[in-house]
């Protein structure tokens, strides 16, 4: 269900995504707790847990600028999600999945005809919302069901994502989940 591949990656991407709270990310390190883990697993620092709205490639400041102000006229809405499942992709990637959301999907929606008018191509493809919580988990068991986290997300951010050896996010903007 919902697995994608994933393209090579770039030294350094724009990032568009929720980033759970505290209280969210100390529940996702809860339920992974549950989990029977095997030897060379990797868990992602909680700071570094999110839902991924859209990824590009970082192409610069002029892009960044572009970026930051399509973003800027994004319609945000409230938005609580219930992450409900869990599972281990074929790929190797465990991840907890919110239900089904129409203003998650909106806000996704949303956010690709923002990126579309900066001039970047968006390639067409599913997209399926998740939080990775675990790396080089072949074979990992989770328990049966995932006791439902509640998220109240309060915003969505633009980073960019420094890849290599001292792979950080670093903060661009913040959007504010208007009420």
Same mark, same amino acid.
């Given at each position: 269900?919902?697995?994608?591949?994933?393209?090579?990656?770039?030294?350094?991407?724009?990032?568009?995504?929720?980033?759970?709270?505290?209280?969210?990310?100390?529940?996702?390190?809860? +339920?992974?707790? &549950?989990?029977?883990?095997?030897?060379?697993?990797?868990?992602? *620092?909680?700071?570094? %847990?999110? #839902? $991924? /709205?859209?990824?590009?490639?970082?192409?610069? +400041?002029?892009? &960044?600028?572009?970026?930051?102000?399509?973003?800027?006229?994004? *319609?945000?809405?409230? %938005?609580? #999600? $219930? /992450?409900?499942?869990?599972?281990?992709?074929?790929?190797?990637?465990?991840?907890?999945?919110?239900?089904?959301?129409?203003?998650?999907?909106?806000?996704?929606?949303?956010?690709?005809?923002?990126?579309?008018?900066?001039?970047?191509?968006?390639?067409?493809?599913?997209?399926?919302?998740?939080?990775?919580?675990?790396?080089?988990?072949?074979?990992?068991?989770?328990?049966?069901?995932?006791?439902?986290?509640?998220?109240?997300?309060?915003?969505?951010?633009?980073?960019?994502?420094?890849?290599?050896?001292?792979?950080?996010?670093?903060?661009?903007?913040?959007?504010?989940?208007?009420?």
């Amino acid at each position: 269900m919902g697995e994608r591949t994933t393209p090579p990656l770039a030294a350094q991407a724009f990032l568009i995504g929720l980033f759970p709270d505290v209280a969210v990310q100390a529940a996702i390190k809860a +339920h992974c707790a &549950e989990w029977w883990w095997p030897v060379g697993h990797y868990f992602p *620092p909680g700071h570094r %847990l999110h #839902l $991924t /709205l859209h990824c590009v490639e970082d192409r610069g +400041h002029t892009l &960044e600028a572009l970026l930051r102000e399509a973003l800027a006229e994004v *319609p945000t809405r409230p %938005l609580e #999600l $219930t /992450l409900d499942s869990s599972c281990t992709w074929r790929n190797d990637v465990s991840v907890v999945q919110p239900a089904e959301h129409e203003s998650l999907r909106a806000l996704h929606d949303d956010i690709v005809r923002a990126v579309r008018r900066t001039g970047l191509a968006v390639p067409a493809k599913n997209w399926t919302p998740h939080v990775t919580i675990a790396r080089q988990t072949e074979r990992a068991a989770r328990p049966m069901r995932l006791a439902p986290i509640h998220w109240k997300v309060r915003d969505f951010k633009l980073i960019r994502s420094h890849r290599g050896n001292f792979f950080h996010h670093e903060l661009l903007a913040s959007y504010p989940m208007r009420r």
